[in-house]
């Protein structure tokens, strides 16, 4: 029982101390992702349609970007594309209005130009514009979609690298639960041997005490009967005395 004990007590310590250096992990990790963002924005060669294949081995140069796993770095510059592109998005709006201002002014000073006929040109030049946006979203997007299928994959194998360590583990840990189990089940016979041990001892003890009583028993009897065989012989020892000088009395 108390190695069962000692394990789930080992089992606890290590789980306690796994989730501190879970947490120290976690904890460094975002420095790192915010460090590595930091770096991003201070690269002027990024702009909102660069892609991750013509960056990638630029970028990785930087000690910043050996903190963190590919797919980290993946992650954190499709967030900051996003941003460049709302960005951008932003700043294109505000040309057009701007843009569509001074078309605007020129239909007030422009002759033999009417003003449906500029109001055409300005629609025919935000639709070509808003084409090429278009184009580039659906490049942009080609590329996301080609990152994600590449992060998936990156996942999936990260994924089965978890699974087989975890099978390891269970392994480990079932071998070490039989490990325990066997040595419990010892510990168990063991016990009772010992216990029969002791009953067979005390077994020889009960004799050895009746013994002890019976010889005793015996002593108490010959103390009983000593003294008169003390005076018997003490009264034999005086008849051959008086024997003995009888004798002597008479060869004289």
């Not at 992650?75 to 294109?92: K, T, V």
């Not at 999936?156 to 325990?180: M, W």
Request: hydrophobic share 40%.
């Amino acid at each position: 029982m108390s190695i069962v004990l000692n394990l789930a007590r080992l089992q606890g310590s290590v789980t306690i101390v796994k989730m501190e250096e879970d947490a120290k992990a976690l904890e460094e990790q975002k420095c790192n992702r915010m460090e590595y963002l930091e770096f991003l924005k201070s690269c002027d060669f990024i702009k909102a349609s660069s892609q991750w294949q013509k960056v990638q081995d630029h970028l990785e140069t930087d000690e910043r970007c050996s903190r963190l796993e590919k797919i980290d770095l993946l992650e954190i510059f499709r967030e900051y594309i996003r941003d460049l592109e709302s960005e951008e998005e932003e700043q294109w709006k505000l040309w057009v209005i701007k843009d569509f201002a001074a078309y605007l002014a020129i239909l007030s000073n422009t002759l033999g130009s009417t003003a449906k006929d500029l109001f055409t040109d300005v629609m025919n030049e935000l639709e070509k514009q808003e084409k090429v946006k278009e184009l580039k979203s659906k490049t942009l997007l080609t590329t996301v979609l080609k990152e994600n299928l590449y992060s998936k994959e990156m996942d999936i194998k990260q994924l089965q690298a978890d699974l087989a360590t975890t099978v390891r583990g269970n392994d480990i840990l079932k071998y070490e639960v039989q490990n325990a189990l066997d040595a419990f089940s010892y510990a168990t016979l063991l016990l009772k041997y010992l216990e029969l041990q002791v009953l067979k001892k005390d077994e020889n003890i009960n004799q050895l005490t009746n013994d002890l009583q019976e010889r005793m028993k015996e002593l108490g009897v010959v103390k009983a009967i000593l003294p008169k065989v003390f005076q018997e012989r003490d009264f034999m020892w005086e008849e051959v005395k008086s024997y003995s000088e009888m004798n002597m009395m008479l060869n004289y």
